[in-house]
């Protein structure tokens, strides 16, 4: 339909919000049956809302939304509610041992516990000497293969008297509080801080490059939670 493609071409001319560009997606994939279903995860807008949510996250976490949604999860978030409920849910609704609230928004950039993993990446590298990135991410979710974190805990299995598949169970646990009760976290820390001489830290910022076709910059999360921390900051120097 040449109207169509036309009024498309047009939409796209004039796009000036991630709320548009995923309103025009959802649209077009609508005239297909079962558009939604079949091509809604393709939609190149991954995140939304006055808090910048990931639309996933979202996706997962409708449990407890306190109103109805009319539409999907992800029009919800674009809504100033659903932006705000989704946001601070991911902000807050999780238990965590952080010092400050500086982790917390390291976490809402990088994934929940982010901060306390990239910490105990840094026992790993103290403990087996082993250079890492320390981005947070302790086992691969995207294959069955070990990731480079879980590898170089294998080379202290010896001295934490643990196998493989012990190691990479105590590792899974990485997306929940449980994690620091473990004695994979707990023995790690104790080989690290022997060799190291000191106490480590328990928390630090995750080293992650920023990406996204509106940063033109060479921003991190590190940049993106001191940021958010100081408008914190200075909103309660205001109070």
């Known amino acids: 339909d040449v109207y169509k493609e036309t009024g498309y071409s047009d939409r796209l001319d004039n796009v000036k919000t991630e ?3 995923s309103a025009i997606f959802d649209d077009f994939i609508g005239m297909v ?7 809604g995860s393709l939609n190149p807008v991954h995140t939304g809302g006055p808090m910048q949510v990931s639309i996933a996250f979202a996706e997962q976490h409708t449990s407890g939304y306190p109103w109805k949604m009319n539409g999907t999860v992800r029009q919800e978030v674009f809504s100033l509610r659903g932006g705000l409920w989704f946001g601070t849910y991911h902000l807050l609704n999780y238990p965590a041992s952080y010092s400050v609230p500086l982790y917390r928004f390291a976490d809402f950039n990088a994934g929940w516990y982010a901060s306390r993993n990239a910490a105990f990446q840094n026992a790993v590298v103290k403990a087996s000497g082993v250079k890492l990135a320390l981005d947070g991410d302790l086992i691969r ?3 069955e293969e070990p990731g480079s974190t879980e590898l170089a805990v294998r080379r202290l299995a010896g001295q934490l008297g643990m196998s493989d598949s012990e190691i990479h169970s105590q590792l899974k ?3 929940s509080l449980a994690f620091e009760k473990t004695d994979l976290y707990q023995q790690v820390f104790r080989l690290a801080e022997k060799r190291a001489g000191k106490t480590l830290p328990r928390e630090m910022l995750p080293g992650i490059q920023l990406e996204s076709p509106k940063i033109t910059r060479n921003l991190t999360t590190a940049w ?3 940021r958010v921390d100081e408008r914190r900051a200075n909103c309660m120097a205001r109070r």
């Open 19 to 21: 709320k548009q560009l």
């Open 224 to 226: 993106f939670a001191k």
């Open 141 to 143: 979710y995207d294959s």
């Open 173 to 175: 646990k990485g997306d």
């Open 33 to 39: 049956p079962m558009g939604q279903k079949l091509f």
